[in-house]
């Protein structure tokens, strides 16, 4: 018989161990299976969009939606390269006159008060002066030296023409003849320095509105043109003997300038001649217009603006100095959609249209607004020409 093949025991233990973790892989990959085969039976669900949170709907026989009016934007001529700068009203200065004392002097009388109203060479006030009476008596002095000058003259005419007789006559002598004529000249030179001392000195009384005879006169002061006494800073009683500081200035109101300050970028749309236009807070929403008169040579350096005058009428005395506004500066016109007022909805500090998409639909939209122009205003973006705009009813979508 053959040899007799011994084997090694098994170990029971790890054989379980190992068909234990067989049948646990094999669970697992059935249970990766089963949720493959489910989620493939499922039906697929797509995603919803949000709704559009600027689209306002209304049902189409919703009582609300009759109350809305639709139609498209109007289209207006709008200026382009407007130029706004803050304004103040001031004194015309080619109409201002300043009075002062032709003379030192005290002043016995103030014919007129603040605020009056004068015309061209009405009396304003009176001066007592001693350079009256100096003035005077060269005038008469100045008048007595002409006469004696005139009687010289003719005297050095008459030896004059009795030397040349003699001459002639050969009962004179060749220097006297010379000497007869140099007589002559100078009197003559005398009575032309005469005339021109007495001339002065007339010239003189006719500026101070003097008699040349009357000692003792008062100085008039007239006022130099028609206006109103807007400052006046004397006293019956007072001793003035500066003749350069004013003592009262009247300002012919009949037209005023506006002064603004046009910022340095804006200066270009500007030009002398040009029309412009004023508002003013004392009279708001009305406007009114002038020319520009003058424009300043050199830029402020702490504001960086120009200074632009703008000349006014003024016939009822409304617009006073001091009055505070706005000039307005408008280039060329271009047209762009205007809304009525009723159709924007202020939001937040922002403007905002409805647009009509479609009948009961209504999109929420911001716009950019320009300078309001009687009850319509310019939009200057966000908004097409051929959008159809809510224009009556829109607060009843404000808050849909």
């Known amino acids: 018989m053959g040899a007799l093949v011994r084997c090694k025991p098994v170990n029971l233990a790890k054989i379980w161990i190992v068909i234990g973790m067989c049948c646990g892989a094999l ?17 697929h669900t797509p995603e919803v969009a949000p709704p559009d949170a600027g689209l306002v709907q209304i049902p189409l026989d919703s009582p609300q939606l ?46 007129v008060v603040l605020g009056d109203a004068v015309t061209q060479g009405q009396p304003l006030l009176t001066v007592d002066s001693p350079d009256v009476d100096a003035a005077i008596a060269a005038a008469l002095q100045a008048e007595a030296t002409e006469r004696q000058a005139k009687a010289t003259l003719a005297k050095a005419k008459t030896d004059l023409d009795r030397t040349l007789e003699l001459f002639e006559a050969k009962a004179a002598a060749k220097k006297d003849v010379v000497g007869a004529q140099n007589d002559y000249t100078q009197a003559h030179e005398a ?7 007495r001339e002065q000195a007339v010239r003189k009384l ?63 749309f500007i030009r002398l001649g040009e029309p412009v236009e004023i508002g003013l807070l004392a009279y708001p929403g009305e406007t009114f217009r002038g020319r520009v008169a003058r424009m300043a040579d050199t830029l402020d350096t702490q504001t960086r603006a120009l200074k632009v005058h703008v000349e006014l009428s003024n016939p009822e005395g409304r617009l006073r100095p001091e009055m505070f506004g706005t000039l307005r500066h408008s280039g060329a016109l271009h047209p762009l959609p205007a809304l009525p007022t009723t159709a924007i909805i202020q939001e937040y500090g922002h403007s905002t249209v ?6 009961g639909q209504f999109e929420r939209r911001e716009v950019t607004l320009g300078a309001r122009q009687g009850d319509s205003v310019p939009v200057l973006s966000g908004l097409r020409m051929e959008d159809r705009v809510v224009v009556a009813g829109s607060m009843l979508l404000k808050d849909r």
């Open 206 to 268: 006719t500026l101070l509105g003097l008699h040349p005879s009357d000692f003792g006169q008062k100085i008039v002061v007239r006022a130099p043109i028609a206006g109103k006494v807007i400052d006046l800073s004397l006293a019956p009683g007072e001793y003035r003997s500066d003749t350069s500081t004013p003592l009262m200035t009247i300002a012919d109101l009949s037209t005023v300038w506006v002064s603004a300050d046009v910022p340095e970028p804006s200066i270009r």
């Open 66 to 111: 009759q109350q809305l009016r639709v139609q498209t934007a109007d289209m207006v001529p709008v200026p382009t390269d407007e130029v706004t700068a803050p304004a103040k009203v001031g004194l015309n200065p080619n109409r201002v006159g300043r009075v002062a004392l032709p003379v030192a002097g005290r002043i016995t009388r103030v014919l």
């Open 191 to 197: 009575l032309l320095q005469a005339q021109a001392a």
């Open 27 to 43: 669970i697992v990959m059935g249970c990766e299976r089963s949720e493959e085969r489910a989620a493939t039976a499922l039906p």
């Open 354 to 359: 409805f647009i009509e998409r479609a009948p």
